[in-house]
């Protein structure tokens, strides 16, 4: 299973590969990024990755934290955000347990 640093199981994503190797594997530089970033990079990856030096979300101890929050597709409602955040902390926290 491949796990975004914030909480997406890539084998579960419609776009990963069709257009998206996984975070991981494009550190952070996925293909939605460079329109809502100013430096191209998902800011959780951002986050996690680059600043704090951990592998994803799950390990930070304020998970979930207001970017995960602030952090919406503007495709989906805010019930599905809200379900989307609870999923991917869910998944995180499996998977850290591995």
Not at 25 to 33: D, E, I, P, T
Request: net charge positive; charged share 25%; proline share 5%.
């Amino acid at each position: 299973m491949l796990v975004s640093p914030c909480g997406i199981n890539c084998d579960n994503c419609p776009f990963y590969k069709s257009g998206c190797e996984g975070c991981k594997n494009l550190k952070g530089k996925v293909f939605w990024s460079a329109d809502f970033t100013g430096n191209g990079i998902c800011p959780m990856y951002d986050c996690s990755v680059n600043n704090k030096n951990i592998s994803n979300c799950g390990k930070c101890k304020d998970l979930p934290c207001d970017l995960y929050y602030n952090t919406k597709d503007p495709d989906i409602s805010e019930e599905q955000h809200q379900k989307s955040i609870l999923k991917r902390v869910s998944v995180l926290k499996e998977f850290n347990l591995r």
